[in-house]
């Protein structure tokens, strides 16, 4: 009952087409929002920001971005992991080669050089689709784990092709408690989240769904196909580097290319179909069950007392794992985002059967 639209009247245009149209909406994200910026950093151990938290807020990004580019426009690519690197160690060399950097300029300009990246291995987009596509992006995923090993430019001639970044501040305020992380990683979360939610509802975002919908459809009506997903590939890949940035400056603080591997890339690929493709909260949902599940699974013996050998509780994870992932892909293709959004939908209406 407490879920209804009843007298909420819109009055204006701008109230009609706000972000959260429905007040109980609006509130349940203030409340989240406090929760997480205020709550959760004063009672949450150490321990959950640095394996759980941390990991799902970056992860969230990548996803977010990720899901622009599959959910929203179509287009399917298996070079996330790619892309993340090339953010990751782009920044890393505007921060060692520049001096006096500031950390957020160069997380955002290694968002800029993931763009370049991604819209050069988007143009293959504009002629091939489906799995050719996918092999093609797949491409960029190999190409730049050689860049990082065989070009010594790329890790400020590190031998190895390992690196590591320490001492991150912002305006003066260091960036290394595992609360400060958090906090720093949730700004960038809410910001980019609140700009891929407008992109989406505007025309740009109108576009990409049409492409995604029936390509020839959409330029007969006038879209342009090479730019809707260039677009898409720009935004999704600008969203993905500043994550990976993300992931190798604030969780990893030191990484190799092994951090940005093709299994990267699946995971982020299962995180977008699981958690719905084609929607943002969908993302969110996605990386939930990819980070915390693993880590229940892999604690519920012992939180249950059950003697169990630790490599055979690990390939059980995997196996439970996989088989919660092909069970929950039956049951609802469409990710936790439509269970969750049928559920809305059922609150609308209830206690009425219709």
């Known amino acids: 009952m407490l879920y209804r639209e009843n007298g909420q009247f819109k ?5 009609d087409q706000a972000v959260f149209p429905v007040a109980q909406d609006r509130i349940a994200i203030a409340a ?3 929760l997480a910026a205020v709550v959760v950093p004063l009672a949450a151990p150490e321990y959950l920001f640095r394996a759980i938290l941390i990991p799902f807020l970056i992860l969230s990004l990548a996803a977010l971005g990720l899901n622009i580019l599959v959910g929203y426009c179509g287009q399917i690519s298996l070079g996330t992991g790619a892309f993340m690197a090339v953010g990751a160690y782009a920044a890393y060399n505007f921060q060692a080669r520049i001096e006096g950097m500031p950390l957020i300029a160069s997380l955002l300009l290694g968002g800029l050089s993931a763009t370049v990246v991604g819209v050069l291995f988007g143009i293959p987009s504009l002629r091939i689709k489906g799995l050719y596509l996918a092999v093609a992006t797949l491409a960029a995923q190999f190409f730049v784990d050689w860049a990082c090993l065989r070009l010594p430019w790329v890790t400020n001639n590190s031998s190895s092709g390992s690196v590591s970044v320490a001492g991150l501040e912002v305006l003066g305020m260091p960036i290394e408690s595992p609360v400060a992380k958090y906090l720093f990683c949730l700004g960038f979360l809410v910001v980019f989240a609140l700009l891929a939610k407008n992109l989406v509802r505007g025309a740009i975002g109108r576009e990409w769904m049409a492409i995604r919908d029936m390509d020839v459809a959409a330029a007969v009506i006038g879209i342009r196909p090479v730019y809707a997903k260039l677009s898409a590939f720009a935004v999704s890949s600008f969203i993905v580097g500043v994550a990976g940035a993300l992931w190798a400056f604030v969780h990893l603080g030191s990484w190799e290319p092994a951090a940005f591997n093709v299994d990267r890339s699946f995971q982020l690929l299962f995180m977008v179909i699981i958690g719905g493709l ?4 969908g993302s969110f949902f996605g990386a939930a069950f990819i980070v915390v599940l693993p880590i229940v699974l892999d604690s519920l ?5 059950i003697p169990i050998d630790t490599a055979l509780a690990s390939h059980l994870t995997f196996m439970i794992f996989g088989a919660l992932i092909v ?3 039956i049951v609802e293709p469409h990710g936790i985002a439509r269970l969750w959004s049928t559920a809305k939908e059922k609150l609308r209406l209830w206690p009425f059967p219709h």
Do not use: D
């Open 11 to 15: 009055t204006s245009y701008r109230a």
């Open 32 to 34: 989240l929002l406090l």
């Open 278 to 281: 084609g929607s943002i909260m």
């Open 301 to 305: 013996p012992y939180w249950f007392g």
């Open 327 to 329: 069970f929950f892909l």
